[in-house]
């Protein structure tokens, strides 16, 4: 698909204002300064009473998805099956010979690219007060919480009416026409993983599709500087994700990524090349709690930079957000339903906050 450009901003079609974050301080740049001790909004005490498992043996499923793509041969279903249980049971897995990965490696270096730019460069694209798009720090609802210590570049890349450009960086000079291409390309794993889904689910193997036909697709690109006191700090805080499935790639070899299971804290180790998948509240909500969306959180590296790219996709503005009729059938609604611009609201006005979400969704008994 051609790169729509929309280059006059002042004839965008504005979705409703949702509201922003407040600005805060760049951490990268923050980071870069000779401090003795990080400023106490970024100490987050908590993290040493949390446990985090050892043994190396646990780890998230790994999925091919190629095998999933034949997997009405005979000796191929097991594949549909291990889908099954990494949705229900883990909430992430790992997604591997999707073939994307030339896009994925033109992707990562203009990331690394962006970042690596002066401040003042990467300022040109920071976020207004009322939008999380652009450059700088999302979810900052109050002066006095608890910040990340990392900084994002985050951009809509779907519908294509709701791009704005003014976000869209022009350094490097192939960032827009990369960006678009990977963006694509993942829109396109999304909507195979959702067939997969709703055959598992036990529903029309489009059904999940249909809801996301006008899909909004948003892609975070994460810089997590190092730090001098990296076992205070959170790169990213603990939080389920808000939309209907992420994919998320790791653009360099730095560690971080953690997924609370059991009440502890799992740290994940990336196959080089893999798609790390997992489901978002939204997609807990429609499968009426069959699939569950997983608690996860980021950590820091005491000397080196972490950076990771994550892609979004939740419904159109138009649709509702509740249990699909096909899931439910005989059974109990245990999600509310409402309108999709009204969750994304929800979404834009709270601070990350563990299955806050979630539970608020929740129909109580």
Known sequence: MAMEIIENTDEIINRSDYGGSI?????????????????????RSEIESEEVVTDESLQIPVIDISKLSIAEKHGYDDELAKLHVACRDWGFFQLINHGVYEHMDEMKKVTKEFFKLPLEEKMKYAHTPSTIEGY???????????????????LIHLPVDQRNMRFWPRNPTSFRTIFDEYSNELNGVSKKLFKFMSINLGIEPDAICKLYENCIQSIRMNYYPPCLEADKVLGLAPHSDATGLTLLVQVNEVQGLQIKKNSKWVPIR????????????IMEITSNGEYRSIEHRVLVDLEKERLSIAAFHSPGLEAMIG??????????????????EDYTRLIVSSKLDGKSLIEHMKIKE
């Open 323 to 340: 249990p699909l009729a096909e899931v439910v059938k005989e059974k109990t609604a245990k999600y509310k339903t409402i309108g999709a």
């Open 23 to 43: 600005p805060v301080d760049n951490v990268q740049s923050l980071a870069s300064k000779d401090l003795k001790h990080i400023p106490i909004r970024y100490v």
């Open 136 to 154: 700088g720090q999302a979810f900052v609802v109050s002066e006095d919480q608890k910040l990340d210590w990392g900084d994002m570049l985050y």
């Open 270 to 281: 990336p196959i080089p090349g893999s798609i790390i998948v997992n489901i978002g509240d």
